[in-house]
């Protein structure tokens, strides 16, 4: 089973709303991502917890802050965004330990109003 | 850092008859490669991968060639079907503050017709 699960899966918020995106997975895997894709484009990475702990933030704006509660879950809070923003959140994980493929979940639709 | 080109943007074939996407990557400490279609509404979805050890994998009808000393890696599927059109987007692993992150191409619209 290589299922990552995502929810919820459309979100609507406004510039002042505080909002949480969030992300499972039950496979073992030590690595967890999360990358944000806009239309016709490839997915971006935005972040990278490697054994709970973040190991890349490709410089993203503090208005989005992730935290990894434990193994098998990825937060991502969002707070006072902007409209171009609105996009789609993907998370993957992957096994670590010289494994790298990545498994991804179905995402999370954003628009911000 | 890396760099990953990929080509065409665009391609559509006649169901049956094969389609080819090309990749290339700019660092030579890049040792893994994926390929990921993701349909419409959907996440990427990981269909092959190769690593740098290996000069080609097959998997029914989808296959990945790659070369290191040119640094470019190509996906081929044969006998396509019309569930095959999807955009598919090749990457690259490289490492990055002792993680490895992976570098996407700007994908490529494949359409497969009837």
């Known amino acids: 089973d290589t299922e990552v699960t995502q929810t919820p899966k459309h979100l609507v918020m406004g510039m002042t709303n505080k909002k949480s995106l969030k992300c499972e997975q039950h496979?073992?895997?030590?690595?967890m991502y999360w990358y944000k894709q806009k239309a016709k484009k490839p997915p971006e990475l935005m972040f990278v917890?490697?054994?709970?702990?973040?190991?890349i933030n490709e410089s993203v704006p503090s208005r989005f802050s992730p935290e990894c509660p434990n193994s098998s879950l990825l937060n991502l809070h969002l707070h006072a965004l902007q409209p171009e923003d609105s996009a789609l959140y993907l998370c993957?994980?992957?096994?670590?330990?010289?494994?790298?493929?990545?498994?991804f979940g179905p995402g999370t639709r954003l628009t911000v109003t | 850092g890396e760099n990953v080109e990929q080509h065409p943007s665009t391609l559509s074939v006649q169901e049956g008859d094969s389609a080819v996407i090309k990749c290339t990557y700019s660092?030579?400490?890049?040792?893994?490669f994926p390929w990921y279609k993701q349909e419409l509404g959907k996440g990427p979805q990981l269909i092959i991968d190769i690593r740098s050890n290996v000069g080609e994998k097959k998997d029914q009808r989808i296959a990945v060639t790659l070369n290191k000393t040119a640094k470019h890696f190509s996906l081929h599927i044969t006998e396509t079907q019309p569930e095959d059109s999807a955009v598919y987007f090749c990457a690259a692993s490289c490492r990055e503050g002792g993680s490895e992150k992976l570098v996407f191409g700007k994908g490529t619209k494949l359409t497969v017709n009837p």
């Open positions: 917890y490697s054994y709970e702990k973040l190991s």
């Open positions: 660092d030579s400490a890049s040792n893994y």
């Open positions: 496979m073992g895997h030590r690595a």
């Open positions: 993957a994980s992957s096994p670590g330990q010289g494994h790298y493929e990545q498994y």
